[in-house]
Every structure is written in C-alpha cells, then in structure tokens.
Nanobody, 123 residues
C-alpha cells in the first residue's frame, strides 16, 4: 500500500555532511509524522528525528544542533541534513512514516518503514 524509498547514504569523513532523502508513494491519504531512525549492529533501533505534517520537529539529543529534518507535504518526502558527522553516527538509517491510506481509512494510521540506507563515518 505504501512504499518508502531512502537515498543519500554513503561514506563520509568525520566532520563531513550527508543529506538523506525519503519518498513515500502509494495509496496515501495523509501522512501525520515522518521521521528517521537508525540502527547499528548489536543495538536497538533508535529515533533520530521526526517532523509532523504541521512542521513541528523533534530531535534526539545526540543530533541536536547537527542534523536538520525537512519535509514536503505535497511531494510526500522527508529529508535529513546531517552535518558535523561523527563516527558514532555510523548506522543504517531508516525512514518512517505514520500514514493514513485511502484504502484503509477505518483502520487508522499505521507505521511504514523504508529498507534503510547505510551511513558510514570514517577516515
């Protein structure tokens, strides 16, 4: 019903920048919240940043001042600008969207996940 496709991951040196993008497609009626999560080997998936349809953003403490989240409601896209990257930012980054679909309006919104994009911060 809904697909999320991430792009923009790669290898970057400490202190560098990357911009992640996520595009949602499918039978979308409304997307309430979009966000980014990340997961490193042996660790649980953790929230990085979220943004509501009204533009209210929230960030994990470990990325405040370094990452910025944006979204385009008309295009159903969300971006994560990552600056001042650190080696500990290395992880697979997953796009998440809380979506109300046209074909399941009575079921209410549910979460959808992208397949992830690898971010590696290393010299």
């Amino acid at each position: 019903q809904v697909q999320l496709v991430e792009s923009g991951g790669g290898l970057v040196q400490p202190g560098g920048s990357l911009r992640l993008s996520c595009a949602a497609s499918g039978s979308i009626f409304s997307i309430y919240v979009m966000g980014w999560y990340r997961q490193s080997p042996g660790k649980q998936r953790e929230l990085v940043a979220t943004i509501t349809s009204g533009g209210t953003s929230n960030y994990a403490d470990f990325v405040k001042g370094r990452f910025t989240i944006f979204r385009d409601n008309a295009k159903n896209t969300v971006e994560l600008q990552m600056d001042s990257l650190k080696p500990e930012d290395t992880a697979v980054y997953y796009c998440n969207a809380n979506v109300l679909t046209i074909t399941a309006l009575l079921a209410g919104p549910r979460d959808y996940w992208g397949q992830g994009t690898q971010v590696t911060v290393s010299s």
